[in-house]
Nanobody
Framework: QLHLVESGGASEQAGGSLRLSCASS????????LAWFRQAPGKEREGVAF????????FYAGSVKGRFTTSRDNEKGTLYLQMNSLKPEDTAMYYC?????????????????????WGTGTQVTVSS
């Protein structure tokens, strides 16, 4: 089964940038649809970004659109999240998620239960 490990989380000031990585092992990443989620203390898990198997289509939460970009390198088995113009409200634990197969659309990509493989998270803290 595919195994995912996030890295790159750190403490940054508002307006700064961070690049998160999600490294995979145990399978071919090219077989999986991928997404980023985040969760702040006391809040529900929120879908951040989505990317199709070959990177042809991406979806983003309205709160991050224009600031965050997700991409993937299937040869390296790695998913990325470039985060620019960071805001304090971006503070959260960030998780990568994967699912092989299934049906996807702009209306359901951000439903956490559609993904059955998860990393353990990397912390992002943004100060004002």
């Amino acid at each position: 089964q595919l195994h995912l490990v996030e890295s790159g989380g750190a403490s940054e000031q508002a307006g700064g940038s961070l690049r998160l990585s999600c490294a995979s092992s145990g399978g071919s990443l090219s077989s999986y649809t991928l997404a980023w989620f985040r969760q702040a203390p006391g809040k529900e898990r929120e879908g951040v970004a989505f990317i199709t198997i070959n990177g042809g289509i991406t979806f983003y939460a309205g709160s991050v659109k224009g600031r965050f970009t997700t991409s993937r390198d299937n040869e390296k088995g790695t998913l990325y999240l470039q985060m620019n113009s960071l805001k304090p409200e971006d503070t959260a634990m960030y998780y990568c998620a994967a699912q092989r197969g299934g049906s996807w659309s702009s209306q359901d990509w951000d439903i956490a239960t559609k993904y059955n493989i998860w990393g353990t998270g990397t912390q992002v803290t943004v100060s004002s």
